[in-house]
């Protein structure tokens, strides 16, 4: 997986590609947290995000639990018909903030 962050004022976006599992999910804790540190907005853009296992929701769950206790927040977009099926089965499109 790819992560490609821009940092603009309060929001820091982070451009991910390919794919969240076991493998992968550690880097997307550690830019995640470390976006959640910087900035009041974290965007992640899932626009080339074609997977996401159980490792990777926990990574996404970790960070909004995170994000809230610090009065932040995370916001994921373009995320795919696929991804998005992912997110509903789990409930996770009611727990994430999904545009």
Same mark, same amino acid.
Request: charged share 25%; glycine share 4%; with cysteine.
């Given at each position: 997986?790819?992560?490609e962050k821009t940092l603009s004022g309060e929001t820091?976006?982070?451009? &991910?590609?390919?794919r969240i599992d076991t493998v992968t999910s550690p880097k997307l804790q550690e830019a %995640?947290?470390?976006?959640i540190s910087s900035a009041a907005t974290?965007?992640?853009?899932?626009a080339r995000i074609d997977y996401v296992s159980s490792a990777g929701l926990?990574? &996404?769950?970790l960070g909004e639990?995170?994000?809230?206790?610090?009065g932040r927040s995370v916001? %994921?977009?373009n995320v795919s018909p696929e991804v998005m099926e992912v997110f509903e089965i789990t409930g996770f499109s009611g727990i994430l903030t999904i545009v």
């Open positions: 997986m790819e992560i820091c976006a982070l451009a &991910l590609t390919g %995640l947290m470390e976006a974290t965007e992640l853009d899932f926990r990574v &996404l769950l639990k995170n994000a809230k206790a610090s916001t %994921l977009k």
